[in-house]
């Protein structure tokens, strides 16, 4: 990269080293992902596509949290209009994590504080996560009547098919303990540790042939839940941009703005 991207909702650098930071920048609202977010998501990793020598890269949240999901105002006014539009903002959302999971180099996420719905799937498609003890983790579509079909494969990887059977179902909120048990975590730090963990695992990470670890991350993806063909990627597109439009998102999001329980049908 030419330049370090110091201001927008997703920051990016590259150090002397090769190793990019990318962090997600909308602390205000807990870094819930909106289309300016996961636009800049993937503007950052066009960036990193063209930087000689990356060798890893590191993905913390600004703020309190990590990334509390979507931002549920914003996929109420997508939900209002067109299904074209509701299948594009899928289809960004998606490719992000997509592209994120089939990364070329070693991702090593950081996450404190929240890491709620698409934060879960954004984590389970990075190689190497560390969270601090105070970490809180949910897949919650649900509850708003969604879906989290776009991050399942990941989710399956990362965690197996038996554990997203409960935590996709249930919505509930789980701790850092937990997160690691599963297998959605890897190491848990306090929380004033976190960065130090971090350099520690980026430290492991470079010490290693970069070819090779280039060659195994494939090798791994090849026989992964995540290495699906086009058509899978579009049909859970379809299904995750349809039910954001259904009778029961609508409901289920205006629950959250009235802050009031569901009325399910």
Request: hydrophobic share 45%; aromatic share 6%; charged share 20%.
């Amino acid at each position: 990269m030419s330049s370090a991207q110091t201001t927008g909702p997703v920051l990016c650098q590259v150090d002397a080293r090769g190793v990019a930071s990318l962090v997600l920048n909308r602390p205000e609202v807990n870094n819930a992902y909106d289309g300016a977010l996961i636009e800049g998501l993937l503007a950052a990793l066009d960036a990193l596509g063209s930087v000689e020598r990356l060798r890893a890269v590191v993905i913390t949240g600004n703020g309190r949290h990590f990334q509390a999901g979507a931002d549920l105002g914003w996929i109420d006014a997508v939900r209002q209009s067109s299904r074209d539009e509701n299948i594009r903002v899928s289809r960004a959302t998606a490719t992000a994590i997509r592209r994120l999971n089939a990364a070329p180099v070693p991702t090593v996420a950081l996450v404190q504080g929240g890491c709620f719905g698409g934060g879960t799937g954004l984590i389970a498609a990075c190689d190497v996560v560390v969270a601090a003890d105070s970490a809180m983790f949910s897949i919650a579509e649900v509850r708003w009547g969604l879906t989290a079909a776009i991050i399942i494969p990941q989710l399956n990887d990362a965690i197996g098919v038996r554990q997203v059977r409960r935590y996709a179902l249930t919505g509930e909120r789980f701790g850092a303990a937990e997160a690691r048990r599963i297998g959605l975590v890897h190491e848990v730090v306090p929380a004033a540790e976190l960065s130090a963990a971090g350099t520690r695992m980026v430290d492991q990470l470079l010490a290693n042939g970069p070819d090779a670890i280039g060659q195994t991350k494939t090798h791994v993806l090849d026989f992964a839940w995540g290495g699906f063909d086009d058509a899978t990627f579009d049909a859970l597109i379809d299904a995750h941009g349809e039910k954001r439009r259904s009778e029961e998102a609508t409901e289920g999001l205006a629950s959250f703005a009235q802050k009031r329980a569901a009325k399910w049908r």
